[in-house]
Protein backbone atom coordinates (compact mmCIF):
# COMPACT_ATOMS: atom_id res chain seq x y z
CA UNK A 1 0.00 0.00 0.00
CA UNK A 2 1.30 3.32 -0.74
CA UNK A 3 2.23 5.87 1.62
CA UNK A 4 -0.65 7.97 0.93
CA UNK A 5 -3.67 5.34 1.61
CA UNK A 6 -1.51 3.80 4.67
CA UNK A 7 -1.53 7.68 6.31
CA UNK A 8 -5.17 8.15 5.20
CA UNK A 9 -6.30 4.63 6.85
CA UNK A 10 -3.80 5.35 10.22
CA UNK A 11 -5.09 9.06 10.36
CA UNK A 12 -8.81 8.04 10.52
CA UNK A 13 -8.36 5.33 13.00
CA UNK A 14 -6.54 8.15 14.97
CA UNK A 15 -8.97 10.22 14.72
CA UNK A 16 -12.00 7.65 15.61
CA UNK A 17 -9.55 6.76 18.78
CA UNK A 18 -9.22 10.49 19.88
CA UNK A 19 -13.13 10.45 19.34
CA UNK A 20 -14.13 7.63 21.16
CA UNK A 21 -11.39 8.16 24.06
CA UNK A 22 -13.05 12.21 24.49
CA UNK A 23 -16.28 10.46 24.67
CA UNK A 24 -15.13 7.98 27.28
CA UNK A 25 -13.37 10.83 29.25
CA UNK A 26 -16.54 12.98 29.43
CA UNK A 27 -18.57 10.23 30.85
CA UNK A 28 -16.18 9.38 33.06
CA UNK A 29 -16.33 12.90 34.71
CA UNK A 30 -19.85 12.46 34.50
CA UNK A 31 -19.86 9.11 36.79
CA UNK A 32 -16.46 8.76 38.69
CA UNK A 33 -17.74 5.53 39.90
CA UNK A 34 -17.40 3.79 36.26
CA UNK A 35 -13.83 4.78 35.13
CA UNK A 36 -15.08 3.84 31.09
CA UNK A 37 -12.11 6.00 29.86
CA UNK A 38 -9.68 2.95 30.54
CA UNK A 39 -12.30 0.25 29.01
CA UNK A 40 -12.61 2.63 25.59
CA UNK A 41 -8.42 2.87 25.96
CA UNK A 42 -7.81 -0.63 26.72
CA UNK A 43 -10.32 -1.58 23.42
CA UNK A 44 -8.27 0.28 21.62
CA UNK A 45 -5.63 -1.15 22.41
CA UNK A 46 -6.80 -4.32 21.41
CA UNK A 47 -8.82 -3.57 18.26
CA UNK A 48 -5.46 -2.16 16.80
CA UNK A 49 -4.00 -5.18 17.58
CA UNK A 50 -6.12 -7.61 16.03
CA UNK A 51 -5.82 -4.92 13.27
CA UNK A 52 -2.31 -5.75 12.02
CA UNK A 53 -1.47 -7.89 9.21
CA UNK A 54 1.82 -9.20 7.44
CA UNK A 55 2.95 -9.37 4.21
CA UNK A 56 5.63 -11.73 3.22
CA UNK A 57 8.36 -10.53 0.44
CA UNK A 58 7.14 -13.48 -1.70
CA UNK A 59 3.07 -13.07 -1.43
CA UNK A 60 1.58 -10.24 -2.96
CA UNK A 61 -1.66 -8.36 -0.51
CA UNK A 62 -4.28 -5.96 -1.53
CA UNK A 63 -6.72 -4.53 1.24
CA UNK A 64 -9.95 -4.52 0.66
CA UNK A 65 -12.67 -1.99 1.84
CA UNK A 66 -15.79 -3.95 2.65
CA UNK A 67 -14.97 -6.31 -0.16
CA UNK A 68 -13.64 -4.01 -2.39
CA UNK A 69 -10.09 -3.97 -3.43
CA UNK A 70 -8.94 -0.48 -2.90
CA UNK A 71 -5.44 -0.75 -2.54
CA UNK A 72 -1.95 -3.25 -3.43
CA UNK A 73 -0.01 -3.99 -0.21
CA UNK A 74 3.50 -4.09 -0.27
CA UNK A 75 5.90 -6.80 2.31
CA UNK A 76 5.89 -5.68 6.09
CA UNK A 77 3.74 -4.91 8.40
CA UNK A 78 -0.17 -3.32 7.56
CA UNK A 79 -2.44 -1.94 9.40
CA UNK A 80 -6.10 -3.18 8.19
CA UNK A 81 -9.17 -2.06 10.81
CA UNK A 82 -10.78 -5.08 11.82
CA UNK A 83 -14.44 -5.71 10.24
CA UNK A 84 -13.84 -2.40 8.01
CA UNK A 85 -11.29 -3.33 6.24
CA UNK A 86 -9.35 -7.21 5.19
CA UNK A 87 -6.31 -8.62 3.17
CA UNK A 88 -6.54 -11.06 0.59
CA UNK A 89 -2.99 -12.81 -0.18
CA UNK A 90 -1.42 -14.76 -2.72
CA UNK A 91 2.03 -15.99 -4.19
CA UNK A 92 4.53 -13.77 -5.85
CA UNK A 93 5.81 -16.22 -7.27
CA UNK A 94 5.57 -18.56 -10.62
CA UNK A 95 2.20 -20.64 -10.34
CA UNK A 96 3.02 -23.47 -12.48
CA UNK A 97 -0.40 -26.14 -13.09
CA UNK A 98 -0.63 -29.37 -15.05
CA UNK A 99 -3.67 -29.86 -16.72
CA UNK A 100 -5.59 -32.24 -16.18
CA UNK A 101 -3.73 -32.74 -12.77
CA UNK A 102 -0.68 -34.37 -11.35
CA UNK A 103 -0.17 -37.60 -13.14
CA UNK A 104 -1.11 -39.63 -9.83
CA UNK A 105 -4.25 -37.75 -9.81
CA UNK A 106 -5.42 -38.14 -12.98
CA UNK A 107 -8.03 -41.11 -13.54
CA UNK A 108 -7.29 -43.61 -16.45
CA UNK A 109 -9.33 -46.51 -15.44
CA UNK A 110 -11.53 -45.03 -17.80
CA UNK A 111 -14.64 -45.90 -15.71
CA UNK A 112 -17.63 -43.40 -16.33
CA UNK A 113 -17.88 -42.30 -13.38
CA UNK A 114 -14.06 -40.70 -11.95
CA UNK A 115 -12.93 -42.26 -8.91
CA UNK A 116 -13.05 -40.26 -5.60
CA UNK A 117 -9.78 -37.68 -5.30
CA UNK A 118 -9.25 -37.97 -9.02
CA UNK A 119 -9.84 -36.00 -12.27
CA UNK A 120 -10.58 -37.12 -15.47
CA UNK A 121 -8.16 -36.99 -18.09
CA UNK A 122 -7.86 -35.06 -21.15
CA UNK A 123 -9.10 -37.52 -24.28
CA UNK A 124 -8.22 -36.10 -27.70
CA UNK A 125 -9.37 -37.57 -31.40
CA UNK A 126 -6.79 -37.20 -33.66
CA UNK A 127 -7.43 -36.96 -37.66
CA UNK A 128 -7.27 -39.69 -40.01
CA UNK A 129 -4.02 -40.09 -41.83
CA UNK A 130 -3.96 -38.57 -45.83
CA UNK A 131 -2.52 -41.57 -47.09
CA UNK A 132 -1.50 -45.20 -46.05
CA UNK A 133 2.56 -45.22 -44.22
CA UNK A 134 4.06 -47.92 -42.09
CA UNK A 135 4.88 -46.05 -39.24
CA UNK A 136 2.19 -47.62 -36.31
CA UNK A 137 1.20 -44.08 -34.68
CA UNK A 138 0.06 -42.54 -38.07
CA UNK A 139 -3.37 -43.37 -37.74
CA UNK A 140 -6.63 -42.23 -36.19
CA UNK A 141 -6.98 -42.87 -32.31
CA UNK A 142 -7.59 -41.05 -29.36
CA UNK A 143 -4.94 -40.27 -27.26
CA UNK A 144 -4.39 -38.59 -23.43
CA UNK A 145 -2.64 -35.19 -23.09
CA UNK A 146 -0.99 -33.49 -20.19
CA UNK A 147 -0.42 -29.94 -20.41
CA UNK A 148 1.60 -27.57 -18.30
CA UNK A 149 1.15 -23.85 -17.66
CA UNK A 150 3.62 -21.17 -15.66
CA UNK A 151 2.44 -17.50 -15.20
CA UNK A 152 2.88 -14.85 -12.72
CA UNK A 153 1.00 -12.14 -11.39
CA UNK A 154 2.74 -9.32 -11.70
CA UNK A 155 3.83 -6.94 -9.01
CA UNK A 156 0.88 -3.69 -9.17
CA UNK A 157 -1.23 -5.36 -10.69
CA UNK A 158 -2.83 -7.36 -7.68
CA UNK A 159 -5.67 -5.15 -7.82
CA UNK A 160 -6.35 -5.51 -11.72
CA UNK A 161 -6.08 -9.07 -11.31
CA UNK A 162 -8.85 -9.47 -8.06
CA UNK A 163 -11.04 -6.95 -10.07
CA UNK A 164 -10.80 -8.92 -13.54
CA UNK A 165 -10.42 -12.47 -12.95
CA UNK A 166 -11.26 -12.91 -9.04
CA UNK A 167 -8.75 -15.38 -7.82
CA UNK A 168 -6.17 -17.82 -8.68
CA UNK A 169 -8.72 -20.81 -9.25
CA UNK A 170 -10.85 -18.95 -11.49
CA UNK A 171 -7.24 -18.17 -13.47
CA UNK A 172 -6.67 -21.72 -13.31
CA UNK A 173 -9.51 -22.78 -14.27
CA UNK A 174 -10.12 -20.54 -17.66
CA UNK A 175 -6.57 -21.10 -18.97
CA UNK A 176 -7.58 -25.44 -18.49
CA UNK A 177 -10.37 -24.44 -20.20
CA UNK A 178 -8.69 -22.56 -22.97
CA UNK A 179 -5.76 -24.72 -23.61
CA UNK A 180 -8.05 -27.69 -23.56
CA UNK A 181 -10.34 -26.51 -26.54
CA UNK A 182 -7.10 -25.39 -28.55
CA UNK A 183 -5.24 -28.93 -27.93
CA UNK A 184 -8.45 -30.37 -29.41
CA UNK A 185 -8.47 -28.29 -32.71
CA UNK A 186 -4.87 -28.53 -33.24
CA UNK A 187 -5.16 -32.60 -32.86
CA UNK A 188 -7.63 -32.57 -34.69
CA UNK A 189 -5.77 -31.69 -37.71
CA UNK A 190 -3.26 -34.24 -37.09
CA UNK A 191 -2.11 -37.77 -36.52
CA UNK A 192 -0.29 -38.96 -33.40
CA UNK A 193 2.76 -39.09 -35.52
CA UNK A 194 2.23 -35.75 -37.10
CA UNK A 195 1.25 -34.14 -33.46
CA UNK A 196 4.56 -34.89 -31.86
CA UNK A 197 6.20 -34.17 -35.28
CA UNK A 198 4.31 -29.95 -34.53
CA UNK A 199 4.82 -30.28 -30.59
CA UNK A 200 6.65 -26.93 -30.45
CA UNK A 201 4.48 -25.23 -33.10
CA UNK A 202 1.45 -26.65 -30.75
CA UNK A 203 3.46 -24.89 -27.42
CA UNK A 204 3.60 -21.72 -29.31
CA UNK A 205 -0.43 -21.91 -30.24
CA UNK A 206 -1.01 -22.48 -26.88
CA UNK A 207 0.81 -20.34 -25.43
CA UNK A 208 -0.09 -17.47 -27.61
CA UNK A 209 -4.10 -18.46 -26.78
CA UNK A 210 -3.25 -17.94 -23.53
CA UNK A 211 -1.23 -14.72 -23.77
CA UNK A 212 -4.39 -13.19 -25.58
CA UNK A 213 -7.01 -14.67 -22.84
CA UNK A 214 -4.57 -12.80 -19.94
CA UNK A 215 -3.93 -9.80 -21.38
CA UNK A 216 -6.25 -7.44 -19.02
CA UNK A 217 -5.65 -9.91 -16.36
CA UNK A 218 -2.62 -8.33 -14.92
CA UNK A 219 -0.25 -11.66 -15.35
CA UNK A 220 2.75 -12.64 -17.22
CA UNK A 221 2.49 -15.73 -19.39
CA UNK A 222 6.07 -17.42 -18.80
CA UNK A 223 5.00 -20.99 -20.80
CA UNK A 224 2.44 -23.58 -21.83
CA UNK A 225 3.27 -26.87 -23.59
CA UNK A 226 2.64 -30.67 -23.89
CA UNK A 227 4.68 -32.86 -21.77
CA UNK A 228 2.61 -35.85 -22.32
CA UNK A 229 0.95 -37.36 -25.37
CA UNK A 230 -0.01 -41.03 -24.19
CA UNK A 231 -1.17 -43.18 -27.07
CA UNK A 232 -2.24 -45.93 -24.20
CA UNK A 233 -0.95 -48.37 -22.65
CA UNK A 234 -1.59 -51.22 -25.60
CA UNK A 235 -0.20 -48.84 -28.45
CA UNK A 236 2.90 -47.84 -26.12
CA UNK A 237 3.91 -51.35 -25.59
CA UNK A 238 3.76 -52.17 -28.78
CA UNK A 239 6.02 -49.54 -29.54
CA UNK A 240 8.24 -50.42 -26.72
CA UNK A 241 8.70 -53.58 -28.75
CA UNK A 242 9.21 -52.25 -32.02
CA UNK A 243 13.39 -51.40 -31.43
CA UNK A 244 14.03 -55.05 -29.39
CA UNK A 245 11.76 -56.72 -32.86
CA UNK A 246 14.51 -54.59 -35.41
CA UNK A 247 17.23 -55.25 -33.22
CA UNK A 248 16.61 -59.09 -33.57
CA UNK A 249 15.64 -58.34 -37.47
CA UNK A 250 19.00 -56.78 -38.00
CA UNK A 251 20.98 -59.33 -36.19
CA UNK A 252 19.44 -61.84 -38.51
CA UNK A 253 19.98 -59.86 -41.11
CA UNK A 254 23.85 -59.79 -39.86
CA UNK A 255 24.07 -63.37 -39.65
CA UNK A 256 22.76 -64.16 -43.04
CA UNK A 257 25.49 -62.09 -44.86
CA UNK A 258 28.15 -62.80 -42.77
CA UNK A 259 26.78 -66.62 -43.72
CA UNK A 260 26.38 -65.45 -47.65
CA UNK A 261 30.17 -64.40 -47.19
CA UNK A 262 31.57 -67.39 -45.75
CA UNK A 263 29.74 -69.64 -48.29
CA UNK A 264 30.92 -67.35 -50.92
CA UNK A 265 34.79 -67.05 -49.57
CA UNK A 266 34.34 -71.05 -49.35
CA UNK A 267 33.47 -71.28 -52.71
CA UNK A 268 35.94 -69.01 -54.03
CA UNK A 269 38.64 -71.27 -51.87
CA UNK A 270 37.16 -74.48 -53.39
CA UNK A 271 37.79 -72.85 -56.83
CA UNK A 272 41.14 -71.71 -55.93
CA UNK A 273 42.09 -75.23 -55.17
CA UNK A 274 40.26 -76.86 -57.69
CA UNK A 275 42.35 -74.86 -60.59
CA UNK A 276 45.45 -75.34 -58.71
CA UNK A 277 44.72 -78.86 -58.70
CA UNK A 278 44.19 -79.04 -62.46
CA UNK A 279 47.62 -76.99 -63.02
CA UNK A 280 49.36 -79.46 -61.16
CA UNK A 281 47.73 -82.26 -63.15
CA UNK A 282 48.61 -80.66 -66.46
CA UNK A 283 52.37 -79.69 -65.31
CA UNK A 284 53.00 -83.42 -63.84
CA UNK A 285 51.54 -84.87 -67.31
CA UNK A 286 53.81 -82.68 -69.20
CA UNK A 287 56.73 -83.43 -67.13
CA UNK A 288 55.78 -87.19 -67.93
CA UNK A 289 55.52 -86.94 -71.40
CA UNK A 290 58.80 -84.75 -72.14
CA UNK A 291 60.47 -87.58 -70.37
CA UNK A 292 58.92 -90.19 -72.45
CA UNK A 293 59.95 -88.35 -75.61
CA UNK A 294 63.97 -87.80 -74.85
CA UNK A 295 64.13 -91.54 -73.69
CA UNK A 296 65.56 -92.97 -70.60
CA UNK A 297 69.22 -93.35 -72.24
CA UNK A 298 69.51 -90.20 -72.26
CA UNK A 299 68.29 -88.85 -69.78
CA UNK A 300 70.67 -90.85 -67.53
CA UNK A 301 73.73 -89.75 -69.92
CA UNK A 302 72.36 -86.08 -69.20
CA UNK A 303 72.42 -86.65 -65.76
CA UNK A 304 75.36 -89.37 -65.02
CA UNK A 305 73.38 -91.69 -63.35
CA UNK A 306 72.62 -95.04 -64.05
CA UNK A 307 69.51 -95.80 -66.71
CA UNK A 308 67.64 -98.10 -63.69
CA UNK A 309 67.24 -95.19 -61.97
CA UNK A 310 65.63 -93.36 -64.42
CA UNK A 311 63.39 -95.84 -65.20
CA UNK A 312 62.37 -96.30 -61.66
CA UNK A 313 61.33 -92.54 -61.61
CA UNK A 314 59.39 -92.51 -64.67
CA UNK A 315 57.78 -95.36 -63.10
CA UNK A 316 57.06 -93.93 -60.36
CA UNK A 317 55.77 -90.67 -61.91
CA UNK A 318 53.25 -93.12 -63.73
CA UNK A 319 52.14 -95.34 -61.20
CA UNK A 320 52.15 -92.23 -58.67
CA UNK A 321 49.71 -90.19 -60.81
CA UNK A 322 47.21 -92.82 -61.42
CA UNK A 323 46.47 -93.75 -57.36
CA UNK A 324 46.85 -90.06 -56.86
CA UNK A 325 44.65 -88.59 -59.17
CA UNK A 326 47.72 -86.48 -60.64
CA UNK A 327 48.31 -84.84 -57.29
CA UNK A 328 52.06 -84.63 -56.19
CA UNK A 329 52.12 -84.19 -52.37
CA UNK A 330 55.60 -82.67 -51.46
CA UNK A 331 57.90 -85.13 -49.27
CA UNK A 332 56.65 -88.14 -51.06
CA UNK A 333 58.24 -90.59 -53.53
CA UNK A 334 56.36 -89.21 -56.26
CA UNK A 335 57.78 -85.64 -55.59
CA UNK A 336 61.08 -86.89 -55.31
CA UNK A 337 60.54 -88.25 -58.98
CA UNK A 338 58.97 -85.44 -60.52
CA UNK A 339 61.89 -83.32 -58.69
CA UNK A 340 64.83 -85.90 -60.20
CA UNK A 341 62.58 -85.76 -63.29
CA UNK A 342 62.14 -82.48 -63.90
CA UNK A 343 66.09 -81.44 -62.39
CA UNK A 344 67.17 -83.47 -65.72
CA UNK A 345 65.02 -82.48 -67.99
CA UNK A 346 66.06 -78.73 -66.98
CA UNK A 347 69.39 -80.15 -67.40
CA UNK A 348 69.07 -81.61 -70.63
CA UNK A 349 67.53 -78.12 -71.97
CA UNK A 350 70.73 -76.63 -70.58
CA UNK A 351 72.92 -78.92 -72.56
CA UNK A 352 71.13 -78.66 -76.05
CA UNK A 353 70.91 -74.72 -75.24
CA UNK A 354 74.84 -74.45 -75.18
CA UNK A 355 75.88 -77.32 -78.06
CA UNK A 356 73.33 -75.19 -79.36
Not at 69 to 95: D, Q
Not at 193 to 217: A, G, M, N, P, R
Amino acid sequence: MNKTTQAKVIGVSLAVYALLLGIAWIAMLANPDYNIFKVVLYAEILYSLSSLRTIDAKELGALLLFGRPIEELRAGLVFAPWLICSVVKTTALVIQDQYPGDPEKVDKTGDSVVAEGKVPPIRVTHAAPKSETSDPINRRMTTEVSIISRVQIKRGHYITFLTTIGSVNEMRRQIRDTVEGAVKKEFALRTPSETLKDLVDIDQILKSKVVKLTKDWGIKVDDVQIIDLDLGKTVNEALRDVPAARLKKEKKITEAEAEEERLTREGRGKASAEKDLLTARAEGEKLLLEAQAIGAKKLAEVAGTTEGQVVLWLDMMRTGFEKSQHTIIPGGELFSAVAGINAILEKTKTTKGGTT
